[in-house]
């Protein structure tokens, strides 16, 4: 079955610095999403993604992240100056079509010190 | 936005008894319900969803999920728990679009043998 890679599978970093997180969704997928989980608990909605540009996005979503399709195939997250409170796991995810349902990536553990 | 409340954190049960996990929507206009299971150190995996139809929803390894718009409820089931069910159970609503697909806080289902 066709997958959602996310990559690195764990990401360290120091407080201030800019993180990417990369994302290969599944290549015939064009709804992408960004989720968080914090120590296994509440999986909590960043943003989504269609047609090249941002259909929605949460109140955790400020300016400090962005996302970006670089070259059709990746969909990365980007936290501009990280703080303690961004460690989590970020989830990658995608889908075909409104109303079905999301493939997952296996998550980016990123921890912030 | 769209919302799911699970009102419990734990639930568990002994192998081979029924077992419910339960879920409450809150969302204008129609649900578009979801059923999400987490194994440890993985990403969310989909069991089933509800857009419209029978109420009785059937998905993967056994499980069902029963929509009653009365109550804005939508349960997940299995008639007989299996130890390898142990897991964490998300449930998720979509809006119209369903470019924001909220999720609940999770259920940590223990099967015991």
């Known amino acids: 079955e066709p997958e959602v890679t996310q990559t690195p599978s764990h990401q360290v970093t120091q407080m201030g610095q800019e993180v990417i997180l990369r994302c290969v969704p599944i290549s015939n997928h064009l709804y992408f999403y960004w989720y968080r989980q914090i120590l296994g608990q509440k999986v909590e909605f960043l943003v989504s993604f269609y047609n090249n540009e941002i259909s929605e996005k949460s109140e955790i979503f400020d300016d400090q992240f962005s996302v970006e399709r670089p070259d059709g195939s990746n969909f990365t997250l980007k936290i501009r100056s990280t703080k303690l409170e961004d460690s989590a796991m970020y989830f990658c995810a995608s889908s075909d079509r409104v109303y079905e349902k999301l493939f997952f990536g296996s998550g980016t553990q990123l921890s912030v010190l | 936005a769209q919302s799911v409340a699970q009102p419990e954190d734990q639930v568990n049960v002994a192998e081979g008894n029924p077992l419910t996990v339960k879920c409450t929507y809150s969302v204008s206009g129609n649900p578009y319900l979801f059923w999400y299971v987490q194994y440890p150190n993985r990403g969310l995996q989909f069991l089933l969803k509800?857009?419209?139809?029978?109420?009785l929803v059937k998905g993967s390894y056994g499980f069902e999920a029963e929509f009653n718009k009365s109550q804005t409820s939508f349960h997940l089931k299995k008639p007989s728990a299996l130890v390898s069910d142990s897991a964490l159970y998300f449930c998720?609503?979509?809006?119209?679009?369903?470019?924001?697909?909220?999720f609940g806080a999770g259920t940590r289902l223990t099967v015991k043998p």
């Open positions: 509800y857009i419209t139809g029978d109420n």
């Open positions: 998720a609503v979509g809006g119209y679009n369903n470019n924001d697909m909220r």
